[in-house]
T-cell receptor, first 112, second 115 residues
Framework: LAKTTQPISMDSYEGQEVNITCSHN???????ITWYQQFPSQGPRFIIQ???TKVTNEVASLFIPADRKSSTLSLPRVSLSDTAVYYC?????????????FGKGTMLLVSP | EPEVTQTPSHQVTQMGQEVILRCVPI?????FYWYRQILGQKVEFLVS????????KSEIFDDQFSVERPDGSNFTLKIRSTKLEDSAMYFC?????????????FGPGTRLTVL
């Protein structure tokens, strides 16, 4: 499994754009990059997934450069409710029964 | 929107007792998982289950743990003889297909406290 590295914490203010970068230097050809969000005392929740270039959904955007050794989760105009831990996961799309390997994630604190 | 449910939300037990944590995965999903999260630590994979058998398990999932899908809807995790270090949030998850690109839907968790 490719090891991921992301900042332990980030601070932001309401209305700002937040970019969380994850490094995954050993990403393999079959690996996809997935981000999950976890609120306190809740289960993780899928945010977005991508393989290369850019993916956008109603919640976030995911930017992946050509070498795929890193990825950036972009949250537009965050609100207080976006305060959570954000996890970057890298895994083989064709591995069969997927098991998610969570790191420590990035604790995002959004202030008024 | 369909969701994974878990019961109970909080379970308190004495060390050495057996506990059963229950989960109802999303109805048309095929793959089921248990994860745990000790307070302040990261989410850890325990076991995955498909076609009525374990497909993968971690080193945490020792002989004290077992999983079962007793009927068409429930998915249970049993801890035979609980230890203090089993105190954690236990999350059930389900997904529709194999591979990492099929998102896993997590339940709200059961907080297990072993005294």
């Amino acid at each position: 499994l490719a090891k991921t590295t992301q900042p332990i914490s980030m601070d932001s203010y309401e209305g700002q754009e937040v970019n969380i970068t994850c490094s995954h230097n050993n990403i393999a050809t079959n690996d996809y990059i997935t981000w999950y969000q976890q609120f306190p005392s809740q289960g993780p929740r899928f945010i977005i997934q991508g393989y290369k270039t850019k993916v956008t959904n109603e919640v976030a955007s995911l930017f992946i450069p050509a070498d795929r050794k890193s990825s950036t989760l972009s949250l537009p105009r965050v609100s207080l409710s976006d305060t959570a831990v954000y996890y970057c996961l890298v895994g083989d799309n064709n591995s069969g029964y997927s098991t998610l390997t969570f790191g420590k994630g990035t604790m995002l604190l959004v202030s008024p | 929107e369909p969701e994974v449910t878990q019961t109970p939300s909080h379970q308190v037990t004495q060390m050495g007792q057996e506990v059963i944590l229950r989960c109802v995965p999303i109805s048309n999903h095929l793959y089921f998982y248990w994860y745990r999260q000790i307070l302040g630590q990261k989410v850890e994979f325990l076991v995955s289950f498909y076609n009525n058998e374990i497909s993968e398990k971690s080193e945490i999932f020792d002989d004290q743990f077992s999983v079962e899908r007793p009927d068409g809807s429930n998915f249970t995790l049993k801890i035979r003889s609980t230890k203090l270090e089993d105190s954690a949030m236990y999350f059930c998850a389900s997904s529709g297909g194999q591979g990492g690109y099929n998102e896993q839907f997590f339940g709200p968790g059961t907080r297990l406290t072993v005294l």
